[in-house]
């Protein structure tokens, strides 16, 4: 293209051809990569999550992991999230239009607990009876989930966190389930074993009280990320064959 706007193509026989402007051309954006820097006396950092906004959720930590931290990156300052009260590591994984951040710390006893940051406070929100819980996503009513070990069971099942009760969700008949993603209906994606004596992980969509299998591509596993807010689920699966 010349400085007029005109495209010239070649004939294949080194001679250029005018052909005027193109009805269209593919349009090219421009990307920039920030360094958004880390916390202080730590050696790296990493991104989790971004809102509308532009607010950042992640973690940083000293070079041997020794010390992690989640943050809070907004107006360009990174905010230490800080971790429970006695324990030594956060990690932020989820964060909403508020700003409301959750993700998981460590407690005292050096147990992993989900934990909800929002006004400055990091609060914990238990488990399903067992000794790990962990939170990976949050929608804008401050609904919560993730997945917690229960008081009786060996494997971790996938939790809703909602008005101070955190409600076991159940497996496809299978050990254990997981809860990766919530949209602001409430409707849940995650992956769960199946029963039988084949048992295999499939995705899952969760709505209404039902937890619904929704398959593979063919493959024995498939497993779901995320949820958008006309119910779509994506993920993952193996083929057949």
């Known amino acids: 293209m010349d400085g007029t706007g005109n495209l010239y193509v ?14 269209s051309l593919p349009v090219v954006t421009a990307y920039t990569l920030t360094d958004l820097g880390t916390l202080p ?12 906004s532009g607010q950042i959720a992640g973690f940083a930590s000293t070079a041997d992991f020794t010390t992690v931290h989640g943050f809070l990156y907004s107006g360009g300052k990174m905010t230490d999230l800080g971790t429970l009260p006695g324990g030594s590591v956060s990690l932020a994984l989820g964060l909403n239009a508020s700003a409301q951040i959750v993700g998981g710390a460590l407690t005292p006893k050096e147990d992993a607990h989900a934990f909800l940051y929002a006004n400055s ?3 914990d929100l238990g488990t399903l009876g067992g000794d790990y819980s962990l939170a990976s996503g949050i929608n804008a009513s401050g609904q919560v989930v993730g997945q917690s070990k229960p008081a009786v069971q060996s494997d971790f099942h996938a939790f809703l ?18 809860a990766s993603s919530i949209n602001d209906s ?3 994606a995650g992956k769960a074993e199946t029963g039988g004596a084949f048992a295999a992980v499939h995705a899952f969509l969760y709505s209404a009280g039902k937890m619904t299998d929704l398959g593979t591509l063919g493959g024995s596993n498939s497993w779901a990320l995320g949820i958008n807010a006309s119910g779509q689920v994506v993920g993952g699966s193996d083929l057949g064959g």
């Open 121 to 123: 406070t990091m609060t």
């Open 186 to 188: 409430g409707q849940i």
């Open 41 to 52: 006396g730590h050696a790296q950092s990493y991104a989790t999550a971004i809102n509308a």
């Open 10 to 23: 070649s004939d294949g026989e080194n001679r250029l051809i005018r052909k005027g402007v193109p009805s």
């Open 161 to 178: 966190y909602a008005n101070g009760r955190m409600t076991d969700l159940g497996t496809l008949g299978g050990s254990f389930s997981f």
